[in-house]
Structures are given as structure tokens and as C-alpha cells.
């Protein structure tokens, strides 16, 4: 049974930075590529970030770059994204999801629908 497991969210102020990671079972991690994804309140789905399986390819979503950091180790069959400056507009349900990109392009990563797997997401609060 594959699962992708979300953790490190939570409350934070503005300004502050989170860490939030996303664990997979089940499923040969190292052939997926990964995209975390946020969904606020009565908005749809984004794609913040995503790795290719390697991580040799890396997007951000324009208004991420520079505060927010997508990784992956392998050999843990984890990926992560480090967010830095939270904003309060950043307030989000932060979800990761695993597919295998038959390319790279924008049209491939940021289309959910291409997504396989997906974990059950963790909140993200950003509040003074």
C-alpha cells in the first residue's frame, strides 16, 4: 500500500520559517517525481514546488522563489520543502504528491491530475 505521509506543519508568525516533510511507503520512491501543492480556503489546488526523481530538475512556482526550498534524499524516501519569511497569504492546507513526469514541463508538474499519489496533507497556519 503505497502512502505519502505529510509532517511539520502548524502555527507560525510572520516572518517565521517551517520545515515540512513528506515521507513515502509502499512505492518505489526514486522513480517518482514529487510536487508539493497548497490548497486556502474556497481556492483551488496550487503547485508551489516540484523535483524531478533525480532532483536534477527543480520548479517553484514564481512567487515561492526565493523563500521556498524543494528537496529530496532517496535513500530516506523523503522529500521536503522548506519554507522561509511565512506570510499570512501563505495559510494553506500543504499537500505532497508523487507521479512519474514523462517530461519536465510546466504542463506536465502542474497538472494535478498526473499526480498518483498524494498524502493526506497538514495545515499550515501563518498568524500573529
Known amino acids: 500500500q503505497v502512502q505519502l505521509a505529510e509532517s511539520g506543519g502548524g502555527l507560525v508568525q510572520p516572518g517565521g520559517s517551517l520545515k515540512l516533510s513528506c515521507a513515502a511507503s509502499?512505492?518505489?520512491?526514486?522513480?517518482?517525481?514529487v510536487g508539493w501543492f497548497r490548497q486556502a480556503p474556497g481556492r483551488e489546488r496550487e503547485l508551489i514546488a516540484a523535483?524531478?526523481?533525480?532532483?536534477?530538475?527543480?520548479y517553484y512556482a514564481d512567487s515561492r522563489k526565493g523563500r521556498f526550498t524543494i528537496s529530496r534524499d532517496n535513500a530516506w524516501n523523503t522529500a521536503y520543502l522548506e519554507m522561509n519569511n511565512l506570510q499570512p497569504e501563505d495559510t494553506a492546507v500543504y499537500y505532497c504528491a508523487a507521479a512519474r513526469f514523462p517530461d519536465f514541463t510546466l504542463d506536465t508538474i502542474a497538472n494535478r491530475f498526473r499526480y498518483t499519489y498524494w498524502g493526506q496533507g497538514t495545515q499550515v497556519t501563518v498568524s500573529s
Open positions: 523535483i524531478s526523481w533525480s532532483g536534477g530538475n527543480i
Open positions: 509502499g512505492l518505489t520512491f526514486s522513480s517518482y517525481g
